[in-house]
């Protein structure tokens, strides 16, 4: 397992990321799919992650309303684990009551969230509290001042979001800077090689402001497990076949899937390893998340941290996986040619 700085902090935390949205009882929703994980199972799958060398763990309040909160901190009470030895990151935004001020990044509802998560992780302080999606109403002043207080209290370490476009991570960061803000240090969005989005805009300001990508759903959730499209063995059950989320255009995933295979039989391992491992070798990725429902499921990501992709490797999933292009990068591209290091060639 290696160890990634944490954004712009003297922090380190694991390369895999255990995330926690399994964890807790169907609730109605999306959570039917998603969620069936009970205190025992959470025990276990917390236990082998840490086994492996994992130091980074990831929820949120909204998963299971509130359940994959209580069960990840119930399971390290049980384990034994000091809390020192642990990165806890959670989340605030989504819909926890029925009020209308029950959702959101506003003061109001980061100051009573905070204290609501901290009761069910059974602790006193969360290390990376984020803000898990795009509030259109709140002021960005309002939602880093809260959060800055947060830290300042000493409730909170360090911050982050999720799931936000470029141009806001830039005000947000701007924001922060002039009003002495504790900034965001890290992004937590989706990634995967049948998903590279993420590499035209957002990709350039995390490596110019030194920032920290956590990633979720590697596998499109589960699209890029082996699982479906053609060639696969099985018959595709599992929770895309319920939950078709994230989207995905098909047509290019089973090329990378195609692909993957050719990889995945090189290298004696499985097509959900080297899906993994793609992410995993990226120079700005810090942690990957993955979640599981049970150990075996978790036993086989974690296999994609010993498995190291040759340069061929690379390039044929890079090839198969690239962006088409798109307007203003293609001009920036050709334009940008003759204003890149230029080897030194002396004269005769």
């Not at 990634?4 to 003297?10: E, F, V």
Request: glycine share 10%; aromatic share 8%.
């Amino acid at each position: 397992m290696r160890y990634n700085q944490l954004g712009n902090t003297g922090l380190f935390v694991s390369e895999i990321c255990l995330g926690t949205m399994t964890f807790g009882a169907a609730g109605g929703g999306i959570w039917d799919a998603i969620a069936d994980v009970d205190q025992d199972a959470a025990d276990r799958i917390v236990e082998r992650s840490l086994a492996a060398g994992v130091n980074f763990i990831d929820t949120a309040d909204v998963y299971s309303a509130g359940q994959s909160e209580r069960l990840l901190g119930q399971s390290l009470i049980n384990l034994g684990i000091d809390r020192k030895d642990v990165v806890i990151a959670t989340k605030v935004f989504g819909q926890m009551g029925d009020g209308p001020n029950d959702r959101g990044a506003s003061r109001g509802h980061i100051m009573d969230s905070v204290e609501a998560s901290l009761e069910r992780l059974q602790m006193d302080h969360i290390d990376l509290y984020q803000i898990h999606g795009t509030d259109t109403v709140t002021p960005i002043d309002e939602t880093l001042r809260a959060l800055d207080d947060l830290v300042s209290g000493g409730l909170v370490r360090y911050v982050g979001m999720s799931n936000w476009q470029a141009w806001r991570i830039a005000k947000a960061l701007g924001v922060s800077e002039r009003r002495g803000f504790s900034r965001f240090e890290t992004l937590q969005a989706y990634y995967s090689i049948a998903g590279r989005d993420l590499e035209r805009d957002i990709v350039p300001l995390l490596t110019e402001e030194k920032m920290g990508l956590m990633v979720w759903s590697p596998l499109a959730g589960g699209l890029l497990s082996g699982k479906y499209g053609p060639g696969a063995p099985g018959n595709g059950e599992g929770r895309r076949a319920s939950f078709d989320f994230p989207p995905v255009d098909k047509d290019r995933a089973w090329a990378c899937v195609a692909a993957m295979r050719e990889v995945a039989e090189k290298h004696d391992a499985s097509v959900a390893e080297v899906a993994l491992a793609f992410i995993l070798a990226k120079p700005f990725v810090t942690s990957v998340i993955i979640g599981a429902k049970r150990v075996e499921q978790l036993d086989e990501n974690l296999k994609a941290v010993k498995l190291r992709l040759d340069a061929g490797d690379l390039a044929k999933l890079n090839d198969v996986s690239a962006l088409p292009p798109e307007y203003p990068g293609w001009m920036l591209e050709r334009q940008g040619a003759a204003r890149r290091p230029q080897p030194f060639e002396p004269k005769a």
